[in-house]
């Protein structure tokens, strides 16, 4: 039985001259045709809108942000999403079938393939074991990507990852687990282990959780405002702009006015704060 540890050059040696798939024929047509009837369950889900989730806790949200949390619970409208993050969406989700795919077509072993999983409540799915290993599998941006190549996100963590797969392991015993991530621009693939000493007890988060987003008062915010530039204005931070709720969240800000947006060549701005106007457009928000 291999092990974990090779499964990346495992994968990369299905497409050299002197590697390519070991098992029969039979096996290797039984794992691509899963992989193609499970992609097309993913694109009738998400063409006929069944893959919209409804409001309630889940494993995959425990580590979203409290107030972003809360947001999600409450009769509050958020933006739309934007015409192609439908396909974004069901990119990543073919990406990830994908990747287990080649994962058992290099020999290696993926069970439990969506197994349901609970915890104080909270159910969630697991995306399978490969050699026995729990692991979470997920395809992301370059620089999402370099974050779970150097381990950076242990420490820088926006959507919550650490949490979702701490969760997974507490619900199902386990003591070791992993990210199992695609660069989808490059194709680059990596592991990155969490160990027992990272995983975290998330029960008691869940337990907290379910306080909060019955409360009629929603948390502090999630992340502060930063400077923009010298300029003395403020600005939401990365992680607020691309959040759904950013209109309702920072009413207050501009002395109660909310957020106001200028149009950069870069891009929009959402200052929180304006000294010194800046010399663009101005935009409606």
Not at 66 to 84: G, M, S, T, V
Request: aromatic share 8%.
């Amino acid at each position: 039985m291999k092990k974990i540890d090779t499964l990346i050059p495992d994968i990369y040696n299905l497409f050299k001259d002197e590697g390519g798939c070991s098992l029969s024929n039979k096996k290797r047509d039984e794992i691509i045709d899963q992989c193609l009837s499970n992609i097309k369950d993913q694109l009738v889900n998400a063409v006929t809108g069944k893959d919209i989730q409804p409001k309630k806790l889940r494993m995959s949200n425990v580590g979203h942000p409290d107030r972003q949390l809360w947001y999600q619970f409450q009769d509050i409208e958020k933006e739309p999403l934007n015409d192609n993050d439908y396909i974004k969406f069901l990119y990543g989700h073919i990406i990830e079938e994908l990747v287990l795919c080649l994962s058992e077509l290099a020999g290696h072993t993926v069970t439990d393939r969506q197994k349901e999983t609970k915890l104080e409540g909270v159910k969630g799915h697991i995306d399978g074991r490969v050699d026995g290993i729990l692991t979470d599998v997920k395809s992301a941006s370059h620089i999402s990507f370099k974050k779970f190549q150097d381990h950076s996100l242990y420490t820088d963590d926006p959507f919550g990852y650490l949490d979702q797969l701490s969760s997974y392991a507490t619900a199902e015993g386990d003591r070791e687990a992993t990210f199992l991530v695609m660069n989808k621009l490059t194709g680059e693939l990596c592991l990155m282990p969490l160990h027992e000493l990272e995983i975290t007890d998330t029960g008691e988060r869940i337990k907290y959780l379910k306080r909060v987003v019955k409360s009629k008062t929603p948390p502090p915010k999630c992340y502060p405002d930063v400077p923009d530039g010298k300029s003395g204005n403020y600005k939401l931070g990365l992680n607020c702009f691309y959040c759904a709720y950013k209109k309702d969240c920072w009413s207050d800000a501009n002395n109660g006015h909310g957020l106001r947006a200028f149009e950069y060549k870069k891009g929009i701005t959402y200052l929180t704060r304006v000294s010194r106007r800046p010399d663009v457009p101005e935009m409606g928000v």
